[in-house]
């Protein structure tokens, strides 16, 4: 290296490989192992005992890290959450008018890893108020929450899914 050259930096994607001296890299795939009969019932038995809570509304403009953070307090391990946005024509109205610019939510369900945590997490804290400091945003909001029977996460994918599809269905028409 001559002293007029500047040193080269590399970034993540242009590091020189230590494993071979080739410039042609082939990406190996990994092939998944099978499940033993074992650990395929294990999974059955925790994806059976997950419960689902729908939470009909949420404050505005509180996200999923707060209600995750929230939830966590009273002791439930939260796998995923679901927020449904506001219509992009109400929010537009909204912003228009003066409102919030930031995205608001409408409803919102939430995986529970175990099911009786989840009903009871939602028959304790259905109308009580979501609490934090006297002067936080969302003090004076209420719980909304209810725990769904017999649902799971997948109906909830395959819901949306279908209304993607009659809109997309509508939008081509």
Known sequence: MSSDEEPRT???????SLA???????????????????????????HENR???????IPPFMKANKIRTLLTQH?????????????ALAAK???????????KFVE???EFADK???????????GQHIGGKHFSKHHYDLWTLKYLKGFIWDHLTEEMAYQ????????DA
């Open 75 to 87: 002791g439930a391990e939260i796998l995923r959450i679901y927020l449904a946005p506001e219509d």
């Open 20 to 46: 071979g001296t080739s410039d042609t890299k082939e990406k190996t795939k990994r092939t998944k192992k099978p499940l033993s009969k074992k650990k395929l019932e294990q999974h059955k038995v925790d």
């Open 116 to 126: 009786k945590v989840a009903k009871r997490t939602a028959r304790a804290l259905n």
């Open 93 to 103: 109205r909204r912003k228009e008018k003066g409102g919030k610019r930031g995205k």
């Open 10 to 16: 590399f970034h993540k994607q242009e590091a020189p």
């Open 108 to 110: 919102g369900w939430i």
């Open 51 to 57: 419960g689902i809570v729908y939470m009909s509304s």
């Open 164 to 171: 993607n599809a009659v809109r997309q269905h509508k939008l």
